[in-house]
């Protein structure tokens, strides 16, 4: 073992005692069952929602309980740190208002990147080499390849410890031999002589947990080679939590197997464990079974594919908390938004992502929005992601709201058709001129379903365009249809014409759905009359007339 003199010739001689930083982190002033959390995100460029999962579970709790919720970027492997992720991350966040309390820019247990923390790492790895609690390591790639492949040829676990340890208690000479030729070397720490056959310990979530105990002699600071000397992740979120004062560790349950290690490390530092929840990831159905919701393979894993969908966030928010804790998908949507998030609910087993609930649950919370809060959210959806809409939305503004309150307001069970921003298109765009293409005469593909001859159509159609009135009562306005389908031999009931098909060219049915493709390009749509209203007698006839117009081969 080197002696102090030697330990501290290997740093700044400026570097400060760790009874500096405690100074200048002191303990929180919170109540005294206060939970101060925090969530960790690496800037990689990639955002997942199971961080704006797990990120809402840190700030519920720390809400509740009158505590603090902080982002700390930890980026000490720079080789994965991705121009521009922070603030990708940041906006991510602030879309889906999961703001912390303590980040970048407020907060005064910073700094609130690991990499910029270089110095208080420095200190504590210090402290631990003087107490013999590390060592220096100058074991080259190649070697400990060696050591690797060894111990799978024996069958043996593999890692760097015990006998494998080969610099754990190498002869004071040898280290400064390698000192003085410059040999880079990393920090590592001395695991227990003696530890324990099994780690036990409480995890908030899943109750009393017990792993194997750590023996490996893990790296806590990188090698010296690097102009940055940063810590691995170990050593870093030990340091960290002891110092921001987190006292709740909630995280991916991928971390369970390193609770060991994090024990070992918190009692050299002479620190206080904080309590570990781990989190089930999302996960997702396939044929057979269920896997981690994946990055690499799976389009809902990302953040932006929500915000281009245009998932309303309320939606997006009461679906994660439901999948946090069941009780809270059985509430309202808004006395769930409020309702606390209990880590004793959240399951062990990760839940499953169902695109095809969230937009059921979506539908349900657009269903409640008027006209006007609609368009609003649709405008600064497309704003970003459509803005050719935005022109449309903006030259149409009053067709847009009539549409949009076609059997919205004043109704007890208003349309559900729309399940996200990005649906407008194709759900009321038919109403803009701008967006909708007339059908092309009376053979147009869009008129196949129907099964009525193109010539009926077409006459049908051109018949009620010379004596169209555009009547405000709906019971009257449909009388024209109706009495007019009479004329061209159309059936007054489905059920008549289903009797004698023959004698007919088809029922009510298929002759409202000339009108309803006509005005519309499809065979679903809300009310027609409510349609012919928003439209306006002028476009109605434009549309009537365009399908009733001679094909021109």
């Given at each position: 073992?080197?002696d102090r003199?030697e330990?501290?010739?290997?740093?700044?001689?400026?570097?400060?005692e760790p009874?500096?930083?405690?100074?200048r982190?002191?303990?929180?002033?919170?109540p005294?069952?206060?939970h101060v959390?925090r969530f960790?995100p690496?800037?990689?460029?990639?955002v997942h929602?199971?961080?704006?999962y797990?990120s809402?579970?840190?700030?519920?709790?720390?809400?509740r309980?009158e505590?603090?919720?902080l982002?700390?970027?930890?980026?000490t492997?720079q080789?994965?740190?991705v121009?521009?992720?922070?603030?990708r991350l940041?906006?991510a966040f602030?879309?889906?208002?999961?703001r912390?309390?303590?980040?970048?820019?407020n907060?005064?247990?910073?700094?609130y990147h690991?990499s910029?923390?270089?110095?208080?790492?420095?200190?504590y790895a210090?402290q631990?080499?003087?107490?013999?609690?590390?060592y220096?390591?100058?074991?080259?790639?190649?070697?400990l390849?060696?050591?690797?492949?060894?111990?799978?040829?024996?069958?043996?676990?593999?890692g760097y410890?015990?006998?494998?340890?080969?610099w754990r208690d190498?002869d004071?000479?040898a280290?400064?031999?390698k000192?003085h030729?410059?040999?880079?070397?990393?920090?590592?720490?001395r695991?227990?002589?003696m530890?324990?056959?099994?780690?036990e310990f409480i995890?908030?979530?899943?109750?009393?947990?017990s792993?194997?105990?750590?023996?490996?002699?893990?790296v806590?600071?990188?090698?010296?080679?690097?102009?940055?000397r940063l810590?691995?992740?170990?050593?870093?979120?030990?340091?960290?939590?002891?110092?921001?004062?987190?006292n709740?560790?909630?995280?991916?349950?991928?971390?369970?197997?390193s609770?060991?290690?994090h024990?070992?490390l918190f009692?050299?530092l002479?620190?206080?464990?904080?309590?570990?929840?781990h989190?089930?990831?999302l996960?997702?159905k396939i044929?057979?079974?269920?896997?981690?919701l994946?990055?690499?393979?799976?389009?809902?894993a990302?953040v932006?594919f929500?915000?281009?969908a245009?998932?309303?966030?309320?939606?997006?928010l009461?679906y994660?908390r439901g999948?946090a804790n069941?009780?809270?998908?059985e509430?309202?949507?808004?006395?769930?938004l409020?309702?606390?998030?209990?880590l004793?609910?959240?399951?062990?087993?990760?839940?499953?992502?169902?695109?095809?609930?969230l937009?059921?649950?979506?539908?349900d919370?657009i269903?409640t929005?008027?006209s006007?809060q609609v368009?609003?959210?649709?405008?600064t959806?497309?704003?970003?992601?459509?803005p050719?809409?935005?022109?449309v939305?903006?030259a149409?503004?009053?067709?847009?709201?009539r549409a949009l309150?076609?059997?919205?307001?004043?109704?007890?069970?208003?349309?559900?058709d729309?399940?996200?921003?990005?649906d407008?298109?194709?759900?009321?765009?038919f109403f803009?001129?701008?967006l909708?293409?007339?059908?092309?005469?009376a053979s147009d593909?869009?008129?196949?379903?129907?099964?009525?001859?193109p010539?009926?159509a077409?006459?049908?159609?051109r018949?009620l365009?010379?004596?169209?009135?555009?009547?405000?009562?709906?019971q009257?306005w449909f009388?024209?249809i109706?009495?007019?389908?009479?004329?061209?031999?159309?059936a007054?009931?489905?059920k008549?014409?289903k009797?004698n098909?023959?004698?007919?060219?088809?029922?009510i049915?298929e002759?409202?759905?000339?009108?309803?493709v006509?005005l519309?390009?499809?065979?679903?749509?809300?009310?027609?009359h409510?349609?012919?209203q928003?439209?306006g007698?002028?476009?109605?006839?434009?549309?009537?007339?365009?399908?009733?117009?001679p094909?021109?081969?």
């Open positions: 073992m080197l003199a330990i501290d010739a290997l740093f700044p001689v400026d570097l400060p009874a500096q930083w405690e100074e982190y002191p303990p929180r002033q919170v005294e069952n206060a959390t960790g690496s800037p990689t460029g990639y929602i199971g961080n704006i797990v809402m579970i840190n700030q519920s709790i720390a809400h309980s505590g603090a919720y982002v700390r970027i930890e980026d492997d080789t994965r740190v121009d521009g992720a922070v603030e940041r906006r602030e879309f889906f208002g999961v912390a309390d303590e980040d970048d820019n907060g005064v247990y910073g700094p690991q910029q923390r270089e110095a208080i790492y420095l200190s210090r631990l080499l003087r107490e013999g609690k590390a220096l390591c100058f074991a080259t790639e190649e070697e390849t060696d050591i690797r492949k060894r111990q799978e040829a024996a069958k043996l676990p593999t410890y015990g006998r494998w340890a080969i190498a004071p000479a280290v400064q031999a000192l030729e410059g040999a880079p070397y990393v920090v590592r720490f695991s227990p002589d530890p324990k056959p099994r780690a995890d908030a979530i899943r109750g009393p947990l792993a194997e105990d750590n023996r490996n002699d893990a806590i600071l990188k090698s010296s080679a690097n102009p940055l810590p691995t992740y170990h050593f870093a979120h030990v340091v960290d939590d002891h110092l921001m004062r987190v709740l560790v909630i995280r991916g349950d991928e971390w369970i197997s609770v060991p290690l024990m070992q009692d050299a002479g620190f206080t464990l904080p309590t570990y929840a989190i089930a990831p996960m997702k044929p057979g079974g269920k896997r981690k994946s990055k690499r393979k799976d389009f809902e990302s932006g929500y915000i281009e245009g998932y309303p966030v309320h939606a997006i009461y994660l999948l069941g009780r809270l998908a509430l309202p949507l808004e006395e769930a409020e309702a606390p998030i209990q004793d609910q959240c399951g062990s087993a990760g839940p499953l992502v169902d695109l095809a609930k937009e059921d649950i979506s539908a919370y269903g929005l008027t006007r368009f609003d959210a649709v405008r959806w497309a704003a970003e992601h459509d050719k809409l935005v022109v939305l903006d149409e503004r009053d067709l847009a709201l309150a076609i059997e919205r307001e004043g109704v007890d069970n208003p349309r559900k729309l399940r996200k921003w990005s407008f298109r194709q759900t009321y765009g803009f001129p701008q909708f293409t007339s059908l092309s005469g593909d869009r008129l196949t379903s129907l099964n009525v001859a010539v009926v077409a006459t049908f159609i018949d365009a010379d004596d169209y009135e555009h009547l405000t009562d709906p009257e009388s024209q109706r009495e007019l389908a009479a004329k061209h031999g159309f007054s009931t489905a008549e014409y009797k098909p023959d004698a007919y060219t088809g029922s049915r002759a409202s759905q000339l009108v309803r006509a519309t390009g499809s065979t679903r749509s809300p009310d027609l409510a349609i012919a928003a439209l007698d002028k476009e109605v006839l434009r549309r009537l007339r365009a399908l009733a117009a094909d021109e081969n």
